[in-house]
């Protein structure tokens, strides 16, 4: 059974995790959107997306793309969660793993790394 929750109350766990970001990185992030959606239709069990040119891949030709954008999945997450605590604690991995891949950092690195 799913943690209940409000979406206000889930975006601001979502704010706070980004606040997590040591601020050096957290000025390094430019041209990025952070979003909450319910679930990927594509993938439900998705707990979030990352959609762009990762910063280790961008050239000149980058200049006027749109934004890349971070997608964290609330009803996912909320599924996957037994308590409000482990909500905040799995937030917190999610957005930190997405944030990681705008750094370019791949998928098989951050399970190495614990943020899997």
Same mark, same amino acid.
């Given at each position: 059974?799913?943690?209940?929750?409000?979406?206000?109350?889930?975006?601001?766990?979502?704010?706070?995790?980004?606040?997590?970001?040591?601020?050096?990185?957290?000025?390094?992030?430019?041209?990025?959107?952070?979003?909450?959606?319910?679930?990927?239709? =594509?993938? /439900?069990?998705?707990?979030?997306?990352?959609?762009? &040119?990762?910063?280790?891949?961008?050239?000149? !030709? $980058?200049? #006027?793309?749109?934004?890349?954008?971070?997608?964290?999945?609330?009803?996912?997450?909320?599924?996957?969660? =037994?308590? /409000?605590?482990?909500?905040?604690?799995?937030?917190? &991995?999610?957005?930190?793993?997405?944030?990681? !891949? $705008?750094? #370019?950092?791949?998928?098989?690195?951050?399970?190495?790394?614990?943020?899997?």
């Amino acid at each position: 059974m799913p943690v209940p929750m409000t979406e206000a109350a889930f975006e601001e766990l979502v704010s706070e995790a980004l606040d997590l970001i040591p601020p050096k990185l957290a000025r390094a992030i430019d041209n990025v959107v952070v979003l909450v959606e319910d679930r990927d239709p =594509e993938d /439900p069990g998705l707990l979030g997306l990352y959609q762009g &040119i990762a910063l280790t891949e961008r050239d000149s !030709h $980058y200049g #006027g793309s749109l934004p890349d954008t971070i997608t964290i999945y609330r009803e996912a997450l909320l599924e996957l969660c =037994e308590t /409000p605590e482990q909500v905040v604690e799995e937030v917190a &991995i999610t957005v930190i793993h997405e944030i990681a !891949h $705008y750094f #370019g950092i791949e998928e098989e690195r951050l399970h190495q790394l614990g943020w899997g």
